[in-house]
């Protein structure tokens, strides 16, 4: 009895931290929390850019964007995602690698990259000679985020191109594809689409100071980091690529109603 008397003390003396710990689910809602998760989703569900832009997507009318955004945005699942995310992130990373990511993002450099990233999106990517940074890239291309909005951008794009290619607007004037060869276009305004995507992303950590860049560029080459976005990229892309898959059922219809509107 002598012997078991030193454990149970330890063993009571214990239970009252423990009990005080938070429970894990807590500590990730709260970094995703702090992450900006929900303003990258709402960008997500609006993946075309209302303002005018260049090139041949400059054609594309403000009612056609219109029609593409709200479908997309009915086939986003912001829940499921949020959901996919916290279990991926409790099975990839350590209780401590958790909050480190969490400190991160609730520092002042963490702050104003949520900040930045959670902004409203800009008409086109507003990348000067001075902002020319190769860390601006480096950033995108670590954090993973626009690369979600862009696979769903361009399959939303591609999508109702297809739809129209299908359908007999091509000629009524009521798209911006008549008399274009449609697969030459198409080609143009998908590669014109994913280096908007990439100028706006890099726009956006442009506002940042230098060392909040290279703050947030050492943060995204740490362990916890590389498992973060790794983890988000995923998540947030394979949920785009479900979305994607499913517009065509739903443009069809609006934009065939589009397409056979009077004048």
Do not use: H
Not at 113 to 127: D, I, K, Y
Not at 205 to 222: E, G, H, K, N, V
């Amino acid at each position: 009895m002598s012997l078991l008397r030193p454990v149970l003390l330890s063993l009571l003396l214990t239970l009252p931290a423990c009990a005080s710990l938070p429970p894990r689910d807590a500590d990730v809602d709260a970094l995703l929390g702090a992450s900006g998760l929900d303003a990258q989703l709402a960008w997500l569900e609006q993946p075309l850019p209302a303002g005018k832009l260049e090139g041949p997507l400059s054609l594309l009318p403000d009612d056609w964007i219109a029609i593409v955004n709200s479908t997309v945005a009915e086939r986003v699942r912001p829940v499921e995602i949020r959901r996919e995310l916290r279990e991926r992130l409790q099975q990839d990373l350590s209780a401590g690698e958790l909050a480190e990511v969490q400190r991160f993002f609730e520092s002042d450099t963490g702050r104003a990259v949520v900040a930045v990233e959670s902004g409203s999106p800009q008409a086109g990517g507003n990348l000067t000679d001075q902002d020319n940074d190769p860390a601006l890239l480096a950033l995108a291309n670590a954090t993973g985020l626009g690369q979600a909005v862009g696979k769903l951008a361009e399959a939303s794009l591609g999508e109702a191109v297809d739809i129209v290619l299908r359908s007999n607007c091509l000629g009524q004037g009521k798209t911006p594809f008549a008399g274009v060869v449609g697969s030459f276009l198409k080609k143009a305004q998908l590669k014109a689409l994913r280096l908007r995507v990439n100028d706006e992303v890099q726009s956006r950590y442009a506002s940042l100071s230098a060392p909040q860049r290279d703050r947030y560029l050492d943060f995204t080459r740490s362990t916890a980091g590389q498992k973060f976005f790794r983890a988000r990229a995923e998540v947030v892309g394979n949920s785009a690529e479900r979305a994607g898959n499913a517009l065509g059922s739903a443009l069809t219809p609006r934009i065939d109603a589009l397409c056979n509107t009077p004048d």
